[in-house]
T-cell receptor
Framework: DTEVTQTPKHLVMGMTNKKSLKCEQH?????MYWYKQKAKKPPELMFV???????INESVPSRFSPECPNSSLLNLHLHALQPEDSALYLC??????????????FGPGTRLTVL | AQSVTQLDSHVSVSEGTPVLLRCNYS??????LFWYVQHPNKGLQLLLK??????LVKGINGFEAEFKKSETSFHLTKPSAHMSDAAEYFC?????????????FGSGTQLTVLP
């Protein structure tokens, strides 16, 4: 299985809602990533998990809360979002280690709209 | 520090003609370089990667790229464009950050293929 899956594909939420995005991979990768991508822009890194521990938080607002329950799953919990948080949210995974190329494998993304 | 410059924000070609998407990089390390493609409302798909072995790298769908250290370039080419090649293309450099690897994205090149 060489796929990263993300659910849901689309999500519409109000500013007072709580929702979660889910990402799953079964490639044995021990690094997982959340990105935010606005239209016509490259992805922006939000969080990195290494061996299920948060290793990088790119100064993301606390209304985004990541969670890595196990080595295959990555969640992004959303609460009290703003309309400017509307974007495509991408999950990725990669093998660990400083050597080698370790390219990242991306999921199809969740299109989030905040009303 | 790492950086990537994609020299053209938009490239337009006719179907059946060659494609050239230009990328220059800057890296403190021996770089790992990638080209990713993103079709509308989709995730990113790896086209090819440079692994410090062969300087001419072949990827999927007939694309290839040549690593030129003296020019710090990693241009993407395809001999004959197909309508299905219309998409956004990102040149990416990978670098270690703690125990995972971070990606630095170029700003992207939108490829249009005319019938």
């Amino acid at each position: 299985d060489t796929e990263v899956t993300q659910t849901p594909k689309h999500l519409v939420m109000g500013m007072t809602n709580k929702k979660s995005l889910k990402c799953e991979q079964h490639m044995g990768h021990r690094a997982m990533y959340w990105y935010k991508q606005k239209a016509k822009k490259p992805p922006e890194l939000m969080f990195v998990y290494s061996y299920e521990k948060l290793s990088i938080n790119e100064s993301v607002p606390s209304r985004f809360s990541p969670e890595c329950p196990n080595s295959s799953l990555l969640n992004l919990h959303l609460h009290a979002l703003q309309p400017e948080d509307s974007a495509l949210y991408l999950c990725a995974s990669s093998p660990m280690g400083l050597a080698g190329t370790n390219e990242q494998f991306f999921g199809p993304g969740t299109r989030l709209t905040v009303l | 520090a790492q950086s990537v410059t994609q020299l053209d924000s938009h490239v337009s070609v006719s179907e059946g003609t060659p494609v050239l998407l230009r990328c220059n990089y800057s890296s403190s390390y021996s770089p790992s370089l990638f080209w990713y493609v993103q079709h509308p409302n989709k995730g990113l798909q790896l086209l090819l990667k440079y692994t410090s072995a062969a300087t001419l790298v072949k990827g999927i769908n007939g694309f290839e790229a040549e690593f030129k250290k003296s020019e710090t370039s990693f241009h993407l080419t395809k001999p004959s464009a197909h309508m299905s090649d219309a998409a956004e293309y990102f040149c990416v450099v990978s670098h270690p950050s703690g125990s995972a690897r971070q990606l630095t994205f170029g700003s992207g090149t939108q490829l249009t293929v005319l019938p």
